[in-house]
């Protein structure tokens, strides 16, 4: 399986490609949809709540400052484009293993 969803930027930063299912029952990676990894979400999609989670989510994950996790696209849509500024091959190696 290939990682579409997950690459390296040509700084060293990841770029993640995501689906985002908000108001889910608990917040965890739920397998692949399509070109993506589909993140679910406990928050609800509700005055940025579910993007500030997502962005937490990821930091936490990647063991990186939440600083460091950035919205690049799909602020108000489930199809979402992430950037993690910082990430070690620890990190790649953890969101490859998905």
Do not use: I
Not at 21 to 43: N, V
Not at 56 to 81: D, I, M, N, Q, Y
Request: hydrophobic share 45%.
């Amino acid at each position: 399986m290939s990682e579409d969803w997950l690459r390296r930027a040509n700084d060293g930063a990841l770029l993640l490609v995501l689906h985002v299912q908000p108001g889910a029952k608990r917040t965890g990676f739920a397998g692949r949809h399509g070109d993506a990894m589909k993140l679910r979400l406990a928050a609800p999609p509700v005055d940025g709540k579910a993007n500030a989670a997502l962005c937490a989510h990821v930091a936490e994950f990647c063991g990186v400052p939440r600083s460091a996790v950035t919205l690049v696209a799909g602020e108000t849509s489930r199809a979402k484009r992430v950037r993690v500024e910082g990430a070690d091959d620890m990190a790649l190696a953890r969101l490859k293993a998905l």
